[in-house]
T-cell receptor, first 117, second 112 residues
Framework: NAGVTQTPKFRVLKTGQSMTLLCAQDMNHEYMYWYRQDPGMGLRLIHY???????AKGEVPDGYNVSRLKKQNFLLGLESAAPSQTSVYFC????????????????FGSGTRLTVV | SQQGEEDPQALSIQEGENATMNCSYKTSINNLQWYRQNSGRGLVHLILIRSNEREKHSGRLRVTLDTSKKSSSLLITASRAADTASYFCATDLYSSASKIIFGSGTRLSIRP
């Protein structure tokens, strides 16, 4: 049982390049989330998904796109990377048998450290 | 804007002492959660307290919630070196209970 797996773990991009971060969970969780963590700022929510085929914007969605084609996968895309997107990105998932997914703790991946030069 | 804010930002104590961290939030919530993050790692869920609960225990952890003051505290008793980490509170929004928002965290250092 791997939990939440993020790939890649590290990446360096040049400004303007694109990339996709992959998050996979094997816990049959309905809800999945993408956060970014910058020094001294805690975690900020980028996008989230309440189920397969659905996505919604979080606090800082600009410059990112997401897709949830399969329940177990949540992809985060950067179409044209900018230095301001240098950060550590965390994916999380949550079990939700009812209408309050926040009644359960989130399971986090180990993060992707992205540097845009 | 962040929903929760931790205080202090950094805390250094001697091994064996108790550590107390506080969290304040702005709007009504369904529940509040505490997470731990070791350096370079992902977050680990510690404990969840619902809005109708006032206190909860889990091992050496004690969490309190005061909804009238919109604040919570996390107490770690008999601290150990392995407790060195950053601790984050996270709250949902009563009006939109599909996601949680994190505070900026408290960095806890345990001195041997």
């Amino acid at each position: 049982n791997a939990g939440v797996t993020q790939t890649p773990k590290f990446r360096v991009l040049k400004t303007g390049q694109s990339m996709t971060l992959l998050c996979a969970q094997d816990m049959n969780h309905e809800y999945m989330y993408w956060y970014r963590q910058d020094p001294g700022m805690g975690l900020r929510l980028i996008h989230y998904s309440v189920g397969e085929g659905t996505t919604a914007k979080g606090e800082v969605p600009d410059g990112y796109n997401v897709s949830r084609l399969k329940k177990q996968n949540f992809l985060l895309g950067l179409e044209s990377a900018a230095p301001s997107q240098t950060s550590v990105y965390f994916c999380a998932s949550s079990y939700s048998p009812d209408r309050h997914p926040t009644d359960y703790g989130y399971t986090f991946g180990s993060g992707t450290r992205l540097t845009v030069v | 804007s962040q929903q929760g804010e931790e205080d202090p930002q950094a805390l250094s104590i001697q091994e064996g002492e108790n550590a107390t961290m506080n969290c304040s939030y702005k709007t009504s919530i369904n529940n509040l959660q505490w997470y731990r993050q070791n350096s370079g790692r992902g977050l680990v869920h510690l404990i969840l307290i619902r809005s109708n609960e006032r206190e909860k225990h889990s091992g050496r952890l004690r969490v309190t919630l005061d909804t009238s003051k919109k604040s919570s505290s996390l107490l770690i008793t008999a601290s150990r070196a392995a407790d060195t980490a950053s601790y984050f509170c996270a709250t949902d929004l009563y009006s939109s209970a599909s996601k949680i928002i994190f505070g900026s965290g408290t960095r806890l250092s345990i001195r041997p």
